[in-house]
């Protein structure tokens, strides 16, 4: 076993506390100090000359001075000379801006892609990435994980507590774009996948207007998606799924942004049980349940 540095920003603290102990590593300590003009300066705190070095930063809220603390950090960690560094990004900020949706917008996406490639590092994974073709950006490659193993099992669990019938339990897909995640959990839950047609009239709305196929009454829907973010997506799928009969409607995601009240909205909105995975690291509360992507990250460490 390598002795391995666990470095990560305040947004994963959790989490990496977590992987250091099941790595038996230590924990990096990151110096973040700005400048009186607000310019950055980051740095390893400890010595790293000739360690192998994880790093653990989910770029959220603010998502490009997120990046360009990371940026700064290997930066540092390279010139001190380490002997590797693996990148787990669990969050990546700016996925959702993967195609051009609207005239004269960029490919935000594609930009921070080839941002951070200019950076040292000897590999990168993330996890359940926005779409599947984010990977192509990715000249040097890019490891996009899963979380569907960590669904499955809750869900199963789910199942067995309450004790529904699988044949009245559907995985829903709030739109196209999350059609593969959707497939993913079908294929390990055996249950049948509703689509849902979203619209959006500008960022952050988001309306559903039919299902796409299948029949929900009566059914427990469970609603997967990558993100959580204002919660507009899972608000607008759960009305039209009780609306057309469903008798429950869970929802699942790997990101929990939760902005704008967004716990708030989804309590209303009678979605009956939350699970999110802990790439952003969340307050315990009783509404939502954790998931912890720490097992999956082993997985992936040379
Ligand atoms: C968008 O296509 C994503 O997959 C999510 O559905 C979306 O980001 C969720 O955002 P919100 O909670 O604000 O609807």
């Not at 990560?8 to 990151?30: D, P, Q, T, V």
């Not at 990046?67 to 380490?82: C, E, I, K, T, Y």
């Not at 996890?127 to 960590?150: Q, S, Y």
């Not at 998606?225 to 609306?243: E, R, W």
Request: overall charge positive; charged content about 25%.
């Amino acid at each position: 076993m390598k002795d391995y540095l666990v470095f990560s920003f305040k947004e994963n603290k959790l989490l990496a506390s977590l992987l250091a102990s099941s790595l038996h590593a230590k924990l990096g300590r990151i110096s973040l100090t700005h400048f009186s003009d607000g310019e950055m300066l980051v740095k390893s705190a400890v010595n790293v000359k000739d360690k192998d070095i994880i790093v653990i930063a989910s770029t959220f809220k603010k998502a490009h001075e997120k990046l360009f603390a990371l940026l700064l950090l290997l930066d540092s960690l390279n010139r001190a000379q380490v002997k590797s560094i693996q990148l787990f990004i669990p969050y990546f900020g700016y996925s959702r801006q993967e195609r051009v949706s609207w005239t004269n917008e960029p490919i935000s996406c594609e930009v921070v892609s080839k941002i951070l490639e200019t950076a040292q590092y000897d590999k990168l994974v993330s996890f359940d990435l926005h779409h599947p073709d984010i990977e192509k950006f990715f000249k040097r490659g890019i490891v996009n994980a899963m979380t569907t193993e960590l669904f499955k099992d809750y869900y199963l669990n789910y199942i067995r507590e309450h004790h529904l019938n699988i044949n009245d339990v559907v995985v829903v897909s709030p739109d196209h774009g999350a059609n593969h995640r959707a497939d993913c959990l079908v294929k390990e839950l055996k249950v049948h996948k509703i689509i849902l047609d979203k619209v959006r009239s500008r960022p952050n709305q988001a309306e559903h207007l039919q299902l796409i196929n299948g029949d929900v009454k009566g059914k427990t829907c469970i609603v997967i998606d990558d993100i959580i973010d204002t919660g507009g997506t899972l608000v607008s799928a759960s009305k039209l799924l009780y609306k057309l009969g469903a008798k429950a409607v869970l929802a699942g995601a790997s990101h929990a942004v939760f902005s704008n009240n967004c716990l708030k909205k989804l309590l209303r909105a009678k979605i009956n049980d939350i699970v999110v995975c802990n790439t952003i690291e969340q307050r315990p509360s009783k509404y939502v349940k954790v998931l912890d992507i720490s097992p999956l990250i082993l997985k992936y460490i040379d």
